[in-house]
């Protein structure tokens, strides 16, 4: 869905309130600003920690990956 907000002069612009209703922000809130390849991207707190969660999961699998197998491989590095 593509839809035009206007920019005023000095930089603000307005959501429509059925975009900011499906998107958890009827009360206000915080939106993150991504400037991309292609444009600029919206997205709200719950938006971007979901997908850093995404990322953060990609490495929870790796072997070594976790704090405690750093130390204790640091441990095994010191002879402990």
């Known amino acids: 869905m593509t ?5 005023t002069a000095s930089g603000r ?3 429509p309130a059925d975009i900011r209703k499906r998107h958890g922000l ?3 809130g915080a939106v993150f600003v991504d400037e991309t390849a292609d444009g600029i ?3 709200t707190a719950e938006q971007v ?3 850093a969660r995404a990322i953060a999961r ?3 699998k ?3 990956a976790s704090v405690d197998d750093f130390l204790a491989n640091r441990a095994a590095e010191s002879g402990q």
Do not use: F, N
């Not at 839809?3 to 920019?7: S, T, Y």
């Open 3 to 7: 839809i035009q907000v206007a920019v």
């Open 13 to 15: 612009m307005s959501l």
């Open 26 to 28: 009827t009360g206000g």
């Open 41 to 43: 991207v919206l997205r």
């Open 49 to 51: 920690l979901a997908r």
């Open 58 to 60: 990609q490495y929870d």
């Open 62 to 64: 790796a072997d070594g």
